[in-house]
């Protein structure tokens, strides 16, 4: 049974930095796209990142390039983390994990197979 889990989450400043972590049991990530996205209340589910399988491709969200970073760690191979630099308070949110089993990183967030309860982020002084 598929399953992911995110952790990490937590309260930072303003320019701080987080790395979040989102591990998988029951499939292997590198077969699957697997993104990242935030939420707050009452706004719609953002897409964040996507890595897609083979790690051929990895999509970011112009509010983030430059500044988040996903990827997998080879010698955790079911550990995918979300790197997150110069964090700005628009950065805040419940952040969730979510894999693909086409492997394109899709466009939309319905086509998503499988997603774990989120992390909570708070970016304040």
């Known amino acids: 049974q598929f399953h992911v889990m995110e952790s990490g989450g937590g309260r930072v400043q303003p320019g701080g930095s987080l790395r979040l972590s989102c591990e998988a049991s029951?499939?292997?990530?590198?077969?699957?796209?697997k993104g990242w996205f935030r939420q707050v209340p009452g706004k719609r589910r953002e897409g964040v990142a996507c890595?897609?399988?083979?790690?051929?491709?990895?999509?970011y969200a112009p509010s983030v390039a430059g500044r988040f970073s996903i990827f997998l760690d080879y010698t955790k191979k079911n550990t995918l983390y979300l790197q997150m630099n110069n964090l700005l308070s628009d950065d805040a949110g419940d952040y969730f994990c979510?894999?693909?089993?086409?492997?394109?990183?899709?466009?939309?967030?319905?086509?998503?197979?499988?997603w774990g309860r989120g992390t909570q982020v708070t970016v304040s002084s």
């Open positions: 979510a894999i693909d089993a086409s492997g394109n990183c899709p466009d939309t967030d319905a086509e998503y197979d499988y």
């Open positions: 029951g499939f292997t990530f590198e077969n699957y796209a």
């Open positions: 890595l897609s399988s083979g790690s051929s491709k990895v999509v």
